[in-house]
């Protein structure tokens, strides 16, 4: 029997969070960057299939949160979602906070059909 990571990562529809793990951001901030990634994520989600936004919206809005080593990595996968016209969004802090201004912590994928999405994310670990 799967377990729940299996089951969370073996949906027809789901987002992906993914954070930077090398700026040791503290739980609330990390909590704040991931909910601007989901956010961001969704509305390019639905300008590009109204229908997949809600089919995720309706089924549960199934997440799964996971991490990057750096910044090389998370732009590296935000560049290879773009290139292949998964709904993605990046997340640049203003810097009042932990980071300095214009610091990328977090990309947000999806809500998008999993198979066009684990290729991209498969192998990372869980946040």
């Given at each position: 029997?799967?377990?729940?990571?299996?089951?969370?990562?073996?949906?027809?529809?789901?987002?992906?969070?993914?954070i930077r793990s090398d700026l040791k951001l503290g739980k609330?901030?990390?909590?704040?960057q991931g909910s601007h990634a989901s956010l961001m994520s969704?509305?390019?989600?639905?300008?590009?299939?109204?229908?997949?936004?809600?089919?995720?919206?309706?089924?549960?809005?199934?997440k799964v949160v996971l991490k990057v080593p750096d910044e090389?990595?998370?732009?590296?996968?935000?560049?290879?979602?773009?290139?292949?016209?998964?709904?993605?969004?990046?997340?640049?802090?203003?810097?009042?906070?932990?980071?300095?201004?214009?610091?990328?912590?977090?990309?947000?994928?999806?809500?998008?059909?999993?198979?066009?999405?684990?290729?991209?994310?498969?192998?990372?670990?869980?946040?």
């Amino acid at each position: 029997m799967p377990g729940l990571i299996d089951r969370l990562l073996d949906v027809p529809i789901k987002q992906v969070i993914v954070i930077r793990s090398d700026l040791k951001l503290g739980k609330g901030k990390a909590v704040a960057q991931g909910s601007h990634a989901s956010l961001m994520s969704y509305f390019e989600a639905e300008r590009k299939d109204k229908d997949v936004a809600r089919e995720w919206v309706d089924s549960g809005e199934k997440k799964v949160v996971l991490k990057v080593p750096d910044e090389d990595s998370l732009l590296q996968l935000y560049k290879a979602l773009k290139t292949k016209h998964v709904p993605c969004a990046l997340v640049t802090d203003a810097g009042l906070t932990q980071v300095p201004s214009g610091t990328n912590t977090a990309l947000g994928i999806g809500p998008w059909r999993s198979e066009e999405i684990d290729p991209f994310t498969g192998k990372l670990q869980l946040f």
